[in-house]
């Protein structure tokens, strides 16, 4: 048995969590605040059994793909002065991280 951790952008945890359930896995889903970009995510958690791991992270990797954003940042260039301006970077995709579980019990 095996507990799936898996952290997506809010843009896509509604369709991870359908394409989970879709395919007959339990989900929860909890709202997390990332460090970088101070980014609203969302992390699911799946238990399921070690030959279906593989068919949850397929699922997983085809519903939070990384795109690439514009968003403002600023730089200081003097006591009291700033300048904004736009920076790319990726967003999107996921960080899963997969834990044994001793016990799983569903009442």
Excluded: W
Excluded at 2 to 21: F, H, P, Q, Y
Excluded at 58 to 83: H, N
Excluded at 98 to 107: G, M, T
Aim: charged letters at 20%; glycine letters at 8%; a negative charge.
């Amino acid at each position: 048995m095996k507990l799936i951790l898996a952290i997506v952008s809010n843009d896509d945890s509604s369709s991870v969590s359908s394409a989970l359930t879709k395919n007959g896995f339990s989900v929860t889903r909890l709202a997390t605040t990332g460090g970088f970009l101070r980014a609203g995510n969302t992390t699911i958690i799946v238990g399921t059994e070690d030959e279906k791991v593989d068919h949850v992270i397929e699922l997983i990797g085809s519903e939070s793909k990384r795109r690439t954003e514009i968003v403002p940042s600023t730089a200081s260039y003097d006591i009291g002065r700033y300048a904004s301006f736009p920076v790319e970077v990726q967003v999107g995709g996921a960080t899963i991280f997969v834990l044994d579980v001793e016990q799983f019990i569903k009442l």
